[in-house]
């Protein structure tokens, strides 16, 4: 029997979609918790062509969450793991795993040579780089998050709204799995769905899930939806940077104190205390690039900017890119 005559069976799929799943070339970034079931469902499903970015090691701490691993994958790169079981499972698969990060600058490339890019990082600087891209690129991005027994997994840009159109502010904490924890059937859940929304769009299914978002709080159990088609982009947009795309006249921040980071990342750059972002004085004729870790605190350094009457600011996060 064909491997996917259950699937072929469904009039969305027939021999055309899983001929257009073949054909496809999907983007996933992260290989974590959303991560793993996403892999799975994508590559169970035949889709033909898989990039996978993710720079992190298997650690034992991540298996009750992540069961594409084992405990001899310890200590090897997540993605490199990931492609021998998926492969192992699916030997036709083309899959092309990149141990490092995420980033601005290699983000262009990445999406372009892909169809659908899967936002399955733990990083909220990762998800508005992959956004800013897409939207840029008229690529469909399916991007989730998921914090202790709740998240949200929604279809954004291509003629979806993007995903600052949603979420135009940064949280005022920036909690993570690994600081406010998890339980696994949370991610396993939240990742179906986002493996469920990318192959309707790789199908062309109607309704398309783009512009839909679907929260769940699975402590509850409580699961809703919403349409946010027609939602308006924010007219002042602060993009994230990569350090090689500073260029000489640009007005670098370092906002962490000298215990973080030691060593400026450029001579011309400036260090500056958060909490004194709002008597520091800048040109106006050149742009602000505030650069911190996960990219929080250049947020909310740069809208006490906006408020001072700047407009030319970008971002930089040095270590929470996925």
Known sequence: ?????????????????????????????????????????????????????????????????????????????????????????????????RICALTPANA????????????????????????????????????????????????????????????????????????????????????????????RVLLACDPSPLGTMATLDLATMQLGQFSFLGAPEPDRQMPFVALQDVKPEDQLVELRPTCEVPEMAIDSARRIAPDAMADATFSTRHRIILRCRSGLRAWRAGRQLQQRGFTDIALMADGDVV
Do not use: W
Request: net charge negative; charged share 15%.
């Open 1 to 97: 029997m064909n491997r996917y005559a259950r699937q072929m069976l469904l009039p969305d799929v027939g021999q055309i979609g899983q001929a257009r799943l073949a054909d496809a070339h999907v983007l996933v970034v992260g290989a974590g918790g959303l991560g793993c079931p996403v892999l799975q469902y994508l590559a169970g499903a035949g889709v033909g062509e898989i990039t996978l970015f993710d720079p992190d090691l298997v650690e034992e701490g991540n298996l009750h969450r992540q069961p594409l691993y084992r405990i001899t994958d310890i200590g090897h790169p997540k993605a490199q793991a990931a492609q021998a079981h998926l492969l192992a499972a699916q030997p036709d698969l083309r899959l092309h795993p």
């Open 108 to 199: 262009h490339t990445a999406v372009a040579l892909s169809d659908l890019v899967i936002d399955a990082a733990d990083s909220f600087a990762v998800s508005y780089i992959l956004s800013d891209t897409c939207l840029s690129q008229g690529k469909p991005l399916i991007s989730a998050s998921a914090l202790g027994q709740s998240g949200y997994v929604g279809g954004f840009c291509c003629q979806a709204p993007s995903l600052r159109a949603v979420f135009p502010d940064l949280p005022e904490h920036a909690a993570s799995c690994a600081t406010a924890g998890v339980l696994g059937p949370v991610v396993g859940v939240i990742g179906s769905l986002q493996a469920q929304m990318a192959l």
